[in-house]
């Protein structure tokens, strides 16, 4: 199969790998369909993560069809289309149990970083029960694939950590995928403004049809001075 292998920083190659294998009773192999790059992916690429080491297959996010299960696979059959979660959980160590599955003692972020992630044409997922989701026939594959990392990632570190309530004031600043899916999943908490920063004027007209209700181009400027100085209403942007 082929692979999009890290050889170290700044390096990586596409080679042909050998498809793998059940290794684990919760293991299952999945034919990727779609794919993406996150921006953990750059981060390995510039050598910011030591516990990924040169030969690793990169990706942790995907969209595919299950093509063989382990023999303690419960929930699961081949020919499944499912999202691919960006972390893998066991779903019984103290961890997951208190529902911090990234901090899974089997599992966590492993994909693409201490085992063979989803850049690939075939990926072999541990905890397979626990981490992958059914996608219903029917579901726009594609718009989902966002959601192995990419939307989580802006409502629970954007929204969650926000502690967004209604009535709120909300500033984004970037207004690229993650930025825009904490814009998404800031509505459902109601907030009176969400203010969305960039510096690319596209992206700062996308985010006023995902729902922002202001926009602040900070190239040059101080979008810090800028909402402090027409809070509350924001009537001058």
């Not at 990706?59 to 960006?86: A, F, M, N, R, Y």
């Not at 904490?182 to 509505?187: F, G, I, P, S």
Request: proline share 5%; net charge negative.
């Amino acid at each position: 199969m082929k692979a999009l292998v890290y050889l170290g920083p700044g390096q990586k190659t596409l080679e042909n790998r050998l498809k793998p294998e059940i290794e684990d009773p919760s293991d299952v192999i999945v034919k990727i369909l779609m794919t993406t790059i996150c921006g953990t992916d750059l981060h390995i690429l510039k050598g910011d993560v030591p516990t990924c080491t040169p030969g690793r297959i990169l990706g942790l996010e995907g969209v595919g069809i299950i093509e063989k299960t382990g023999h303690g696979i419960t929930t699961l059959k081949k020919g499944d289309h499912v999202i691919i979660s960006c972390i893998t959980s066991c779903g019984k160590c103290e961890y997951c149990r208190r529902g911090m599955y990234s901090h899974c003692e089997t599992g966590g972020w492993i994909l693409g970083n201490r085992i063979d992630g989803t850049q690939a044409e075939y990926v072999r997922i541990p905890h397979a029960d626990t981490s992958l989701y059914k996608i219903q026939p029917g579901m726009d594959e594609e718009a989902l694939v966002m959601l192995s990392d990419i939307l989580p990632t802006g409502f629970e570190c954007g929204v969650l950590n926000g502690k967004i309530q209604p009535g709120s004031t909300v500033a984004i600043v970037g207004a690229g995928p993650i930025g825009l899916a904490a814009l998404l999943t800031a509505q459902f908490y109601s907030p009176a403004l969400v203010i969305m920063i960039d510096v690319d004027d596209h992206r700062l007209e996308l985010s006023k049809k995902f729902g922002a209700t202001h926009s602040i181009n900070s190239k040059g400027g101080n979008p810090a001075f800028t909402i402090s100085k027409n809070s509350p209403s924001m009537e001058a942007l």
